[in-house]
């Protein structure tokens, strides 16, 4: 069985500069993600302990990186969904948390809820263990647009699963404002056969539904037209811009964006 991960730092308005940091810090976190699978572990640990990493880099828009909502307060958004079963967990507007992707994985395998939010997110995150921390405003994402982080991983036993972390949307966020990235189906979305996860204003993505629909396209078509689809139809039905990765049963994989840039990985083990 082929073993295979992709992530991306986010659709945005990166400089050149930008994106090759970026790409350094993502490759790292491939690594992460392909040595799990090497070592037969799941798709869904190699998508979490990946996004940690980016979580834990300060550079993305997500954990220690993530900008900050109109008051001045950083909520964040997470997401994650195991294709083998259609199992999903997310926390939306989360609080002073340092790895929102594994409190997400934590709904997900703790509850029978796919999604909780607010001070809830986190009180559920204090009595399963994590730590509070209070992270600090960047200054990082003036110079670009917000860079949510997205991966997706195909382990041994043929399993999907993607995941998404982000601070949400960088600028005239008004408090409590959710993006797509930790609603299933629209930010993020994996079966038995493909996984997608998207990238950019959040609320075009919402309204198409675009996860879902990418990863059905993708059993129709080659995922390189999947992806162009996709964005096509956001752009058409919503004026937005944006970026998509997939990932599919066989280790296929395809990454598209319509924005000025976006940097991803892909490696295969
Ligand atoms: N989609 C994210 C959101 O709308 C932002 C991003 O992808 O950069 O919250």
Request: proline residues 2%.
């Amino acid at each position: 069985m082929a073993i295979a991960i992709i992530l991306h730092g986010g659709a945005g308005d990166w400089n050149t500069y930008d994106t090759g940091k970026a790409k350094d810090i993502l490759e790292k976190a491939a690594y992460i993600g392909l040595k799990i699978l090497k070592n037969n572990g799941s798709s869904l640990d190699a998508v979490e302990k990946s996004i940690n990493h980016l979580e834990n880099s300060g550079y993305f828009d997500a954990g220690l990186g993530s900008v900050t909502q109109n008051d001045g307060k950083i909520r964040m958004d997470a997401g994650i969904m195991d294709g083998s079963n259609l199992k999903c967990g997310a926390v939306a507007a989360i609080e002073d948390i340092k790895n929102p992707i594994s409190v997400a994985r934590k709904v997900m395998e703790k509850t029978s809820h796919c999604l909780i939010v607010s001070k809830f997110a986190a009180e559920f995150a204090v009595k399963n263990g994590f730590k509070t921390i209070k992270i600090k405003p960047k200054q990082l994402f003036k110079k670009h647009s917000s860079d949510t982080v997205g991966a997706i991983a195909l382990d041994k036993k043929g399993n999907i699963a993607v995941g998404n972390s982000t601070g949400g949307v960088y600028g005239k966020m008004i408090p409590g404002r959710v993006g797509d990235s930790p609603i299933a189906g629209a930010g993020y979305y994996a079966d038995a056969y493909a996984g997608a996860a998207t990238t950019g204003i959040g609320e075009s993505f919402i309204r198409t539904v675009m996860s879902k629909q990418a990863v059905d396209m993708a059993k129709e078509k080659p995922l390189k037209d999947a992806v162009r689809t996709a964005l096509k139809i956001v752009r058409q039905k919503t004026g937005c811009n944006g970026g998509i990765i997939m990932l599919d049963k066989n280790g296929d994989y395809a990454a598209h964006h319509t924005t000025k840039a976006m940097p991803w990985v892909y490696k295969k083990g």
